[in-house]
């Protein structure tokens, strides 16, 4: 197996890791929340999860783009912008901090699952602008 493919599998796999961790902390805003806060019940495997899938994405997404030459298709910086609201989303909706209300914190979790969403479209269709 040639290495490009590892990395792409690598990638697609953290992508999916996220999605799940994505679904579950999802969850925790929905049962068992105290107060404005999540539910705190798995708050550590599930932060530590996120922020494995989160980097092995960005790292194996900076291997591939090195590996391609930097010679990316339009689309591709949809993505990123996209990519960077995913991830603002996820500090607004789980960030502890009892002055966000729980409304602002299921907002945020809905504009992430917007990008997530969008991000999956871009991918499947790959979109020519211009």
């Known amino acids: 197996m040639d290495s490009h493919l590892l990395i792409k ?5 953290a992508a999916t890791l996220a999605l799940l961790v994505f679904v579950v902390r999802a969850m925790t805003l ?6 404005q806060q999540p539910n ?3 708050r550590k495997l599930l932060v530590g999860s ?16 090195v590996m391609n030459q930097f010679q990316v298709q339009p689309w591709f910086y949809a993505k990123i912008i996209l990519f960077l609201v995913l991830l603002s989303s996820f500090i ?3 960030k502890r ?3 966000i209300l729980l409304v602002q914190r299921r907002a945020g979790l809905i504009l992430g699952a917007v990008a997530f969403v969008a ?9 020519t602008f211009g």
Request: glycine content about 4%.
């Open 9 to 13: 599998i690598v990638h697609m796999s």
């Open 30 to 35: 929905f049962v068992g929340v105290q107060e």
């Open 40 to 42: 705190p019940v798995a």
């Open 50 to 65: 996120q922020h494995l899938a989160f980097s092995l994405i960005a790292l194996t997404g900076i291997i591939l783009l």
């Open 92 to 94: 607004k909706a789980f």
């Open 97 to 99: 901090d009892d002055s």
């Open 119 to 127: 991000i999956i479209i871009l991918i499947l269709l790959k979109p």
